[in-house]
């Protein structure tokens, strides 16, 4: 922390409406929340006691955190590719490599999960391809499952997972690298032993944030799951305003805010938050 | 642990490097012979880091080859050039332990286990690192880690180790005992050392032989005394130390030198003055002028005035303007310092006619 009084006074006049907006629209609301997961239908602990009996919430947890697990390992490894070429790339390879990064946050995630769709449906680009060609006869089921749900989630995904590996690679110093190679280590060898050891607080930086990010997923599973993949927060959605269990719907909620709060906790242990952007 | 033989001859023949329309380096030749301690030395923007980063095979030169043994290594990339460096700040391998550090070299080359074990061993001992082994390198202070790194770059037993300005990081006395340090190093392992530093004391401490390096030219290679007493230029001589610089008018050749006047009092020189003719610079160091009581006709001498003394201890730094306007600094015991500022500032400067060296006049 640098800066004078006044100079802190300005920054946190600058964040007052942030965190005003922070309290009233979100703290405020959830504190509701986490009332009715106590008090809906009944008052006691039943709904937390239904989270841990019915197999229905199980399945969904268990299923969430394994496409988040999937997806961060998916995310956090092109990630890291895409970041060598944005860092270390020639000239030409790192503005290729920035157009890639920055692109997908012009476009909304609904439309990037109708897209994959239109790729990878049962009459889509890719199925009529890998048919024309002759090298399936019948079309491969690659969306409305976990696989569409990972492949667009995972598409979302890396962009963020980009940054605090850049942030990392960055901040190497390079003569490490040379050292590596003057005392007689190959490329390969100083890629797998120096490069990526010393880009170890980006890696987990990077995988925690995609992970607390794959955890809290709507919109992608909704569409490419088609249903039959529902993660955790298409099962609240469906608790509050389908079947009308709110008390059970709030208390996934309060669970997932308290998992994703101690993740973000563990996060910051290892990564300072400036290291992210 | 080596043998002094297995030491590498390098040679470079005709190396330039371009850096877009940057010259970085031109046309140098340069022979570092077997188990020799050359220090490539000269401001930044010189040329000598480029040289060395060349020698490691860091940088590929625009022209002109490199041998290594007879060898042509122009082509061949770093890893497989076998140069141990040290690195300026060190570079050390920040998640890895003192004694993995030093290790990295010797897993590289797939040595078995147990001779890794007992060379890193050796080499910690060596190099006075006992009881570091399992930390990291951010737990270690300036001095340790710079032995780390030299540890790291001489267990495999390079046939050179490369030095880029190693010290530059470290405080004076720290500086002083690293520099003692590896010139026992040097001799221990028989290695051919070549060391860059923009610190000319240094390199005339250390060095078997200095390399005098100017915009991107190699302008002289000498042992220390050589450079240090004949600078083949003006830039050397200003460079190595401080200098006093002298008018000479009518220089001609004499018996066992060179004679000519020196604000209008004849002066004789015993360097040679083949090449120079008419009016030239005598150069003379500091330390080789003194304050006589009074003028006298078998001696160089000028007249001239203290303007301003600094004590540095064991003598003083004396300050002076002669007649004729020419800026003089002398270094003398303290006493005679004092003497002379108080005899009305007034003195005779002189010096012995082998101390000194002409250069040309007006050359930069």
Same mark, same amino acid.
């Given at each position: 922390?640098? /800066?004078?009084?006044?100079?802190?006074? #300005?920054?946190?006049?600058?964040?007052?409406?942030?965190?005003?907006? !922070?309290?009233?629209?979100?703290?405020? +609301?959830?504190?509701?929340?986490? $009332?009715?997961?106590?008090?809906?239908?009944?008052?006691?602990?039943?709904?937390?006691?239904?989270?841990?009996?019915?197999?229905?919430?199980?399945?969904?947890?268990?299923?969430?955190?394994?496409?988040?697990?999937?997806?961060?390992?998916?995310?956090?490894?092109?990630?890291?590719?895409?970041?060598?070429?944005?860092?270390?790339?020639?000239?030409?390879?790192?503005?290729?490599?920035?157009?890639?990064? !920055?692109?997908?946050?012009?476009?909304?995630?609904?439309?990037?999960?109708?897209?994959?769709?239109?790729?990878?449906?049962?009459?889509?680009?890719?199925?009529?391809?890998?048919?024309?060609?002759?090298?399936?006869?019948?079309?491969?089921? !690659?969306?409305?499952?976990?696989?569409?749900?990972?492949? #667009?989630?995972?598409?979302?995904?890396?962009?963020?997972?980009?940054?605090?590996?850049?942030?990392?690679?960055?901040?190497?110093?390079?003569?490490?690298?040379?050292?590596?190679? #003057?005392? /007689?280590?190959?490329?390969?060898?100083?890629?797998?032993?120096?490069?990526? +050891?010393?880009?170890?607080?980006?890696?987990?930086?990077?995988?925690?944030?995609?992970?607390?990010?794959?955890?809290?997923?709507?919109?992608? +599973?909704?569409?490419?799951?088609?249903?039959?993949?529902?993660?955790?927060?298409?099962?609240?959605? !469906?608790?509050?305003?389908?079947?009308?269990?709110?008390?059970?719907?709030?208390?996934?909620?309060?669970?997932?805010?308290?998992?994703?709060?101690?993740?973000?906790?563990?996060?910051?242990?290892?990564? $300072? +938050? $400036?290291?992210?952007? | 642990?080596?043998?002094?033989?297995?030491?590498?001859?390098?040679?470079?023949?005709?190396?330039?490097?371009?850096?877009?329309?940057?010259?970085?380096?031109?046309?140098?030749?340069?022979?570092?012979?077997?188990?020799?301690?050359?220090?490539?030395?000269?401001?930044?923007?010189?040329?000598?880091?480029?040289?060395?980063?060349?020698?490691?095979?860091?940088?590929?030169?625009?022209?002109?080859?490199?041998?290594?043994?007879?060898?042509?290594?122009?082509? =061949?990339?770093?890893?497989?050039?076998?140069?141990?460096?040290?690195?300026?700040?060190?570079?050390?391998?920040?998640?890895?332990?003192?004694?993995?550090?030093?290790?990295?070299?010797?897993?590289?080359?797939?040595?078995?286990?147990?001779?890794?074990?007992? =060379?890193?061993?050796?080499?910690?001992?060596?190099?006075?690192?006992?009881?570091?082994?399992?930390?990291?390198?951010?737990?270690?202070?300036?001095?340790?880690?710079?032995?780390?790194?030299?540890?790291?770059?001489?267990?495999?037993?390079?046939?050179?180790?490369?030095?880029?300005?190693?010290?530059?990081?470290?405080?004076?006395?720290?500086?002083?005992?690293?520099?003692?340090?590896?010139? =026992?190093?040097?001799?221990?392992?028989?290695?051919?050392?070549?060391?860059?530093?923009?610190?000319?004391?240094?390199?005339?401490?250390?060095?078997?032989?200095?390399a005098i390096f100017n915009h991107g030219k190699l302008l002289q290679v000498g042992r220390p005394d050589e450079v240090y007493d004949r600078p083949a230029n003006r830039f050397v001589a200003e460079f190595l130390g401080e200098i006093n610089m002298l008018p000479v008018k009518g220089v001609r050749p004499a018996d066992n030198g060179a004679t000519g006047l020196c604000e209008d009092r004849a002066v004789n020189m015993r360097?040679?003055?083949?090449?120079?003719?008419?009016?030239?610079?005598?150069?003379?160091?500091?330390?080789?002028?003194?304050?006589?009581?009074?003028?006298?006709?078998?001696?160089?001498?000028?007249?001239?005035?203290?303007?301003?003394?600094?004590?540095?201890?064991?003598?003083?730094?004396?300050?002076?303007?002669?007649?004729?306007?020419?800026?003089?600094?002398?270094?003398?015991?303290?006493?005679?310092?004092?003497?002379?500022?108080?005899?009305?500032?007034?003195?005779?400067?002189?010096?012995?006619?082998?101390?000194?060296?002409?250069?040309?006049?007006?050359?930069?």
């Amino acid at each position: 922390m640098r /800066g004078t009084l006044s100079d802190r006074t #300005g920054a946190a006049l600058l964040m007052a409406p942030l965190l005003l907006f !922070l309290i009233l629209a979100y703290a405020w +609301p959830f504190l509701g929340v986490v $009332k009715w997961s106590f008090t809906l239908p009944t008052p006691g602990l039943g709904q937390y006691h239904a989270l841990l009996t019915d197999d229905l919430v199980q399945s969904v947890f268990i299923r969430t955190l394994r496409i988040a697990a999937i997806v961060t390992v998916v995310s956090v490894t092109a990630a890291y590719a895409i970041t060598v070429v944005w860092v270390r790339g020639s000239p030409v390879q790192r503005v290729v490599a920035e157009f890639c990064i !920055l692109v997908p946050f012009w476009i909304s995630v609904l439309t990037r999960a109708f897209g994959w769709v239109a790729l990878l449906s049962n009459r889509g680009l890719i199925n009529t391809w890998l048919q024309s060609i002759g090298f399936i006869s019948e079309p491969l089921t !690659l969306v409305r499952n976990e696989f569409g749900v990972i492949v #667009g989630m995972s598409h979302f995904l890396i962009p963020f997972a980009v940054f605090p590996l850049a942030s990392a690679m960055r901040s190497l110093d390079e003569r490490v690298l040379l050292a590596a190679r #003057g005392l /007689g280590s190959s490329r390969m060898r100083t890629f797998w032993t120096v490069f990526v +050891p010393m880009t170890r607080s980006g890696i987990i930086g990077s995988a925690l944030i995609t992970f607390v990010f794959s955890l809290g997923f709507f919109v992608t +599973p909704a569409i490419l799951g088609g249903g039959r993949s529902v993660m955790i927060a298409e099962l609240i959605y !469906l608790r509050i305003f389908q079947s009308p269990d709110w008390g059970l719907g709030a208390a996934i909620s309060v669970v997932l805010v308290v998992f994703v709060g101690a993740l973000m906790a563990l996060l910051f242990r290892y990564v $300072k +938050p $400036k290291q992210l952007v | 642990m080596q043998q002094p033989g297995r030491a590498a001859e390098i040679k470079a023949n005709g190396i330039g490097k371009s850096f877009g329309s940057f010259r970085a380096l031109d046309n140098l030749s340069l022979d570092i012979g077997r188990g020799e301690f050359l220090t490539l030395l000269g401001p930044s923007g010189s040329g000598k880091t480029t040289f060395l980063m060349i020698l490691a095979g860091f940088v590929q030169p625009s022209e002109g080859k490199l041998f290594s043994d007879g060898v042509d290594i122009t082509n =061949r990339p770093a890893e497989q050039r076998a140069a141990g460096m040290v690195f300026q700040g060190y570079a050390l391998f920040p998640h890895m332990s003192v004694e993995q550090n030093i290790a990295f070299p010797l897993k590289v080359r797939k040595k078995s286990a147990s001779e890794i074990k007992q =060379r890193v061993g050796e080499m910690i001992e060596r190099v006075g690192l006992k009881g570091h082994e399992k930390k990291l390198p951010a737990q270690l202070s300036g001095g340790q880690q710079q032995r780390v790194a030299l540890a790291r770059a001489l267990v495999f037993e390079p046939g050179v180790l490369l030095l880029d300005e190693p010290f530059s990081a470290l405080d004076k006395s720290l500086r002083g005992q690293m520099q003692a340090e590896m010139k =026992r190093l040097h001799q221990e392992t028989g290695t051919t050392f070549v060391f860059v530093t923009h610190d000319q004391s240094e390199a005339l401490a250390l060095s078997s032989r200095v390399a005098i390096f100017n915009h991107g030219k190699l302008l002289q290679v000498g042992r220390p005394d050589e450079v240090y007493d004949r600078p083949a230029n003006r830039f050397v001589a200003e460079f190595l130390g401080e200098i006093n610089m002298l008018p000479v008018k009518g220089v001609r050749p004499a018996d066992n030198g060179a004679t000519g006047l020196c604000e209008d009092r004849a002066v004789n020189m015993r360097c040679k003055a083949e090449t120079i003719k008419g009016d030239a610079i005598l150069a003379i160091r500091p330390e080789d002028m003194s304050i006589a009581p009074e003028a006298s006709v078998n001696q160089n001498g000028i007249a001239a005035t203290a303007v301003a003394s600094t004590y540095l201890g064991a003598a003083t730094k004396l300050d002076l303007t002669t007649r004729q306007g020419a800026k003089v600094t002398v270094s003398v015991p303290n006493e005679v310092a004092a003497a002379a500022l108080s005899k009305g500032n007034s003195v005779w400067l002189t010096w012995p006619a082998e101390k000194g060296f002409l250069l040309p006049d007006g050359e930069q």
